[in-house]
C-alpha cells in the first residue's frame, strides 16, 4: 500500500502561478495529517520486505555503478565488501535503495542521508571546537519518506548483531532501540519550538556521562580513547603522516594505490594540464563558501594534490586530497575533494536532482547537521576527459571519530543504537514535519514492531546478496582485491 511523495512536507507549489507556497497548518492540523497517514499506510505494513524473481540481480546493480567509477580501484571496493555481511552492507546502499521502493511510503518526506547505517555516525569538531555527535555521511542525501533512512539504519544494527555473534534476543533489543529512540526523540522534537529544534545537538561530553550510567565503565574507558585520539585527528597530524620533505618541500607521500600523488598518476606532459584544472577547480570551490570562511582560505596556498581511495561503498569514485600551507610551513590544512555522482535514492524517489550533485550533498548536510564543517562547499569542473564531474569539498580529518561497534556488547550496541535513532530523528525534524512525523508513529511500539521484523528480513536478504558477490568472484565475474 503506498501513497504518492510530495515535493517537501513544507512546501507546495501554486498550479496557477507555479510559485513555491509555504503553508503554516496549525498543530492539530499537523497532528491530523500524521493520523490520517496511519489510515492510508498502517504502520504495521513497514514490516513488509517484497522479494521474488523480479527483484534485481544484486551484483548486475553493483556493476552499473563501477561503470561510472575509476576501474583500476573497483576491485578495492569489492575487497573492502566482502570483508563481512556488515561491510557489504555498508558499500550496497543501492542495492537497498531498489528495495525500499518496493516498500509502503508513509508519504511523509524530509531531508533523508540516504546511507544511515551505524558506521555514518560519530564524533566530530564544531566550529566553535566542541566534540558533537552527527551524522557524518551524505554522499547518498536526498528527499523521501523517513521510514527509509529508519530501516536503513535498523537493518545496519540487526546485521551488526549477527556479525558480533549476538542471539536474536539481543539483536532484536539493539534494533528496537534505534527505532524507539527515533520514536520518542521525535515526540520531544514534535513538542518544540522551531528554533529550539534547530539549536539542538548531541553534545559528546554529556553523551559519555550517559554511557556511563547506562551501560558501565568500560564502556565509557573505551569511548573516552576514541575521542581522546579524535581530538588528535585533524590537519597537523595527517600533515606529519602523509608529507615528507621533497628537494626542501612538502610532498605528499606516495602509497598505490590507496594514496597517489598527481606527479604519480599523470605523464609530465599531463600533470600541468591537471594541476591547472584543479586549480580552477579550487577557485570555483572557494565561491561557494561564506564569505569570512572564503576569506580564510584565501590565505592559503596549495603546495600539493593526490588521488586517495576512502570509505567502501564510495571507493573508485574520484577523491583527491589537498594540502595546503599558510603562513609558514607549521600552518598546513589539508582539504579533500570527493566527487558526488547521483544519489541512489535519484531513481526510486520519484525527484531528480536538477542541480550540480556536489552542492546536493552540501545542501543536505547542512540541513541535517547541528554543525558542519567551515569549508563545506561544492564545484564541478571538467576533467583531461572531457568529462564534467561534480566535487564536494570538507576537511580531510577534524577531530573525526566513529564508533567501534566490532568490540561492542549487547547494551553497548542497544545504547549507541538509541543513540544514533535519535541522532536521526533530529535531523529530520529540521527539514520534515516533526509533528506529523510524531504523531504518525504515536507512543506505542506499533511501529517498532514493524521495523524490528523489517531489520531481520533484510539481515537475511543482505547475506544472500554477500553471497551472490562471493559466487560472482568465484565465477570470475568480478575482480575482487582484498587487504586494501
Known amino acids: ?20 507556497v509555504v503553508p503554516h497548518l496549525t498543530v492539530a492540523e499537523r497532528e491530523a495529517r500524521g493520523k490520517a497517514a496511519r489510515r492510508e499506510v498502517p504502520r504495521s505494513s513497514h514490516a513488509m520486505l517484497a522479494d521474488g524473481p523480479a527483484r534485481p540481480d544484486p551484483v548486475a546493480l553493483l556493476e552499473s555503478q563501477a ?40 508519504g511523509m518526506n524530509v531531508q533523508l ?24 555521511d551524505f554522499d547518498e542525501t536526498a528527499p523521501g519518506p523517513f521510514e527509509w533512512d529508519v530501516k536503513r539504519l535498523a537493518a545496519s544494527v540487526a546485521i551488526a ?26 515526540t520531544e522534537l514534535a513538542s518544540m519550538t522551531n528554533l529550539e529544534v534547530w539549536y539542538s545537538a548531541i553534545d559528546v561530553d554529556a553523551w559519555m556521562a550517559q554511557l556511563g550510567a547506562d551501560v558501565g565503565g568500560k564502556a565509557v574507558k573505551r569511548a573516552e580513547a576514541q575521542v581522546s585520539k579524535a581530538r588528535t585527528r585533524d590537519s597537523h597530524q595527517a600533515y606529519g603522516k602523509l608529507t615528507h620533505l621533497v628537494d626542501g618541500q612538502p ?31 579550487f577557485v570555483r570551490y572557494r565561491g561557494s563558501l561564506q564569505s569570512d570562511r572564503r576569506h580564510l582560505l584565501e590565505d592559503f596556498r596549495i603546495v600539493d594534490v593526490a588521488r586517495k581511495v576512502v570509505g567502501v561503498g564510495s571507493v573508485g569514485t574520484r577523491a583527491w586530497i589537498v594540502l595546503l600551507l599558510g603562513r609558514d610551513g607549521n600552518d598546513p590544512l589539508f582539504l579533500q575533494a570527493k566527487e558526488a555522482q547521483a544519489s541512489v535514492l535519484s531513481a526510486y524517489t520519484g525527484r531528480r536532482n536538477r542541480t ?6 552540501v545542501s543536505g548536510q547542512h540541513l541535517m547537521q547541528a554543525a558542519s564543517d567551515i569549508f563545506l562547499g561544492w564545484t564541478s569542473v571538467v576533467g583531461t576527459d572531457d568529462v564534467k564531474r561534480d566535487y564536494y569539498f570538507r576537511q580531510l580529518r577534524d577531530w573525526k571519530g566513529s564508533a567501534d561497534v566490532e568490540a561492542m556488547n549487547p547494551n553497548a550496541l542497544a545504547f549507541y543504537a538509541r543513540t544514533c535513532g535519535r541522532t536521526l530523528a533530529r535531523a529530520h525534524a529540521r527539514s ?16 517498532d514492531d514493524a521495523v524490528a521484523a523489517f531489520a531481520e528480513l533484510y539481515a537475511d536478504q543482505n547475506e544472500r546478496d554477500y553471497e551472490a558477490l562471493a559466487a560472482a568472484e568465484t565465477q570470475g565475474r568480478i575482480e575482487v582485491r582484498r587487504g586494501l
Open 161 to 186: 548483531g549477527r556479525d558480533n555473534g549476538f542471539g536474536t534476543k539481543d539483536r532484536t533489543r539493539a534494533v528496537r532501540a534505534s527505532v524507539e529512540g527515533y520514536r520518542t526523540a521525535m
Open 67 to 106: 561503470a561510472s567509477r575509476v576501474a583500476e580501484l573497483v576491485p578495492i571496493r569489492y575487497g573492502r565488501m566482502m570483508v563481512s555481511p556488515f561491510t557489504f552492507f555498508r558499500g550496497a546502499a543501492l542495492l537497498m535503495a531498489a528495495d525500499l521502493a518496493g516498500t509502503p511510503r508513509s
Open 251 to 281: 610532498r605528499i607521500i606516495s602509497d598505490p594505490p590507496l594514496i597517489e600523488p598527481v606527479s604519480d598518476l599523470f605523464d609530465p606532459d599531463q600533470q600541468d594540464q591537471v594541476l591547472e584544472a584543479i586549480h580552477e577547480m
Open 356 to 361: 550540480s550533485n556536489g552542492k546536493r550533498v
Open 113 to 136: 542521508c540516504g546511507d544511515a547505517h551505524l558506521m555514518n555516525f560519530g564524533a566530530f569538531g564544531s566550529p566553535e571546537r566542541r566534540m558533537v555527535f552527527d551524522i557524518n
Open 432 to 447: 520534515g514535519d516533526r509533528v506529523a512525523i510524531a504523531s504518525y508513529l504515536g507512543s506505542g511500539s506499533v511501529f
Open 1 to 20: 500500500m503506498q501513497v504518492e511523495p510530495y515535493t517537501s512536507p513544507m512546501t507546495t507549489t501554486a498550479p496557477a502561478t507555479g510559485r513555491v
